[in-house]
């Protein structure tokens, strides 16, 4: 579409501010230019005013876009790309996903204390007494890499020894040569605690605790939490498109209703 001086202007301020365009932003130009303006202005605003690398916030959307509660493949592709592009490594990018499998857990979490709590309540002990050797071992373990040991993490421990090892083994993995590093882990797994399509609100102050223990600055973790909320675009970004093709499929059925002149 040709552009008037004020599109192009427009179109200029968002890759700008975004660093992409799309069909579903040229529709928007198109049909509703002062909403991109906004969306422009407000997407922008946490890469504009925040300190985080413009790799990291890449990073951040691969895992949003990337995760199995959210699973949008144009953005994962894109973002994969800016990443590559801003300087990260594929075994960074690699690490996101890793970090994006682990998030299956939530729900198991969630899952083993309403079963303690359940056993409780029929009068059951789901706990048992003193930990083994091995399971003493396992637990150790665990807090010398997270430096915690939350209630979930108790409850399997006690419960299946075996399955906590191999949570163990799945969460705590080698870092690889050029890999994330602790403090970018930690910002990646706020933002999937934190993503209105995953919630996970004690998993969320689970890491936010990491971060601070780790030194991240408080102004790091609210630039994570406020780019959570732009998955929310991917409404405009599936349905302009589609609207544009039922509008021009009805100029279509239209013209051809009307017949030649």
Same mark, same amino acid.
């Given at each position: 579409?040709?552009?008037?001086?004020?599109?192009?202007?427009?179109?200029?301020?968002?890759?700008?501010?975004?660093?992409?365009?799309?069909?579903?932003?040229?529709?928007?130009?198109?049909?509703?230019?002062?909403?991109?303006?906004?969306?422009?202005?407000?997407?922008?605003?946490?890469?504009?005013?925040?300190?985080?690398s413009?790799?990291?916030?890449?990073?951040?959307?691969?895992?949003?876009?990337?995760s199995?509660?959210h699973?949008f493949?144009?953005?994962?592709?894109?973002?994969?790309?800016?990443?590559?592009?801003?300087?990260?490594?594929?075994?960074?990018?690699?690490?996101?996903?890793?970090?994006?499998t682990?998030?299956g857990?939530?729900?198991?979490? @969630?899952g083993?204390g309403? !079963?303690?709590? &359940?056993?409780? +309540?029929a #009068? /059951? *002990?789901?706990?048992?007494?003193? $930990?083994?050797?091995?399971?003493?071992?396992?637990?150790?373990?665990?807090?010398a890499?997270?430096?915690?040991?939350?209630?979930?993490?108790?409850?399997?421990?006690?419960?299946?020894?075996?399955?906590?090892? @191999?949570?163990?083994?799945? !969460?705590?993995? &080698?870092?690889? +040569?050029? #890999? /994330? *590093?602790?403090?970018?882990?930690? $910002?990646?797994s706020?933002?999937?605690?934190?993503?209105?399509?995953?919630?996970?609100?004690?998993?969320?102050?689970?890491q936010?605790?990491?971060?601070?223990?780790?030194?991240?600055?408080?102004?790091?973790?609210?630039?994570v939490?406020?780019?959570?909320?732009?998955l929310?675009?991917h409404?405009?970004?599936?349905?302009v498109?589609?609207l544009?093709?039922a509008?021009?499929?009805?100029?279509?059925?239209?013209?051809?209703?009307?017949?030649p002149?």
């Open positions: 579409m040709n552009l008037t001086s004020d599109e192009q202007a427009l179109k200029e301020a968002f890759v700008r501010a975004r660093g992409y365009w799309r069909p579903w932003t040229e529709g928007l130009l198109r049909l509703d230019p002062a909403f991109l303006a906004t969306y422009a202005s407000y997407g922008g605003y946490p890469a504009e005013t925040g300190p985080l413009r790799k990291m916030c890449e990073l951040i959307y691969v895992a949003l876009d990337g199995a509660t699973l493949r144009s953005g994962l592709a894109l973002h994969t790309r800016l990443a590559l592009e801003h300087g990260a490594s594929a075994r960074e990018i690699i690490d996101v996903l890793r970090l994006a682990a998030q857990l939530d729900g198991c979490n @969630v083993v309403i !079963l303690v709590e &359940e056993l409780a +309540a #009068g /059951l *002990d789901p706990l048992g007494g003193d $930990l083994s050797g091995q399971q003493q071992a396992l637990r150790e373990a665990y807090v890499q997270f430096g915690d040991f939350p209630d979930f993490c108790d409850q399997w421990l006690r419960l299946d020894p075996g399955y906590f090892a @191999v949570l163990l083994d799945l !969460l705590a993995g &080698e870092r690889g +040569a050029g #890999g /994330l *590093d602790e403090q970018a882990s930690c $910002l990646i706020i933002a999937l605690s934190g993503c209105f399509t995953s919630l996970n609100p004690p998993g969320l102050r689970l936010i605790r990491r971060a601070l223990r780790l030194g991240i600055d408080k102004r790091e973790i609210l630039q939490i406020q780019m959570t909320a732009h929310g675009v409404a405009c970004a599936v349905g498109p589609v544009l093709e509008i021009d499929d009805r100029a279509g059925s239209t013209s051809d209703q009307r017949g002149e």
